[in-house]
């Protein structure tokens, strides 16, 4: 019988992760306490501030740089592929869409950032959105939008995205979501 290798701790801090990230993407940075967290991973705090030192400020934090590293890599990478406007723009509403299951999941940026959250977390997810942000603007630019446009045209559909999102879980309505994110692909993909 074969035998296999006990897991890295890294593996178990990324099991860690994914925890506390539903935790945190679901109540936000406030309404999570270290008794939530120990309670939902089984773990005792001595060993929760082994995998993060710093405590609910660090966990707030790795959580960001993995909503960020999501986002980066699903949604925001095909914005720079080269192809053209159409299949870039596809890529990202298709990546919105399964990030949020439909409108199903909430947006951890959101839950961070109107959570009270630490500065170092805001400002990763600060960052992040500035990523979109720009990306959006520079696939448009690179597929022939107005330079000049392309910025607001960007702005506008990131916050479409968010607000139809944080609205439709709101009227647990998430047709409206689905609709809406097929309304700004359209948007986007004219000139």
Do not use: Q
């Not at 990324?14 to 109540?27: I, K, Q």
């Amino acid at each position: 019988m074969p035998t296999t290798a006990p897991k890295p701790a890294n593996d178990a801090r990324e099991a860690l992760l994914d925890r506390l990230y539903a935790l945190f993407r679901t109540g936000g940075f406030e309404a999570v306490s270290i008794g939530d967290v120990s309670r939902e991973t089984g773990l005792g705090k001595s060993s929760l501030y082994h995998y993060f030192p710093g405590g609910k400020d660090d966990m707030a934090l790795a959580v960001a740089e993995r909503a960020a590293a999501r986002v980066r890599a699903l949604v925001i990478a095909p914005l720079g592929a080269p192809v053209d406007r159409a299949r870039r723009i596809g890529a990202m509403i298709a990546a919105v869409d399964a990030l949020y299951a439909g409108g199903e999941a909430p947006c951890p940026i959101a839950a961070m950032t109107l959570s009270d959250a630490p500065a170092a977390t805001r400002a990763c997810l600060a960052a992040l959105l500035r990523d979109w942000l720009a990306a959006l603007a520079e696939a448009l630019v690179a597929t022939g939008a107005a330079p000049d446009a392309a910025e607001a045209r960007a702005f506008a559909a990131v916050s479409r995205i968010e607000g139809g999102l944080m609205i439709a879980r709101a009227l647990d309505d998430r047709a409206r979501f689905v609709a809406e994110l097929a309304r700004i692909e359209r948007d986007l993909t004219g000139d």
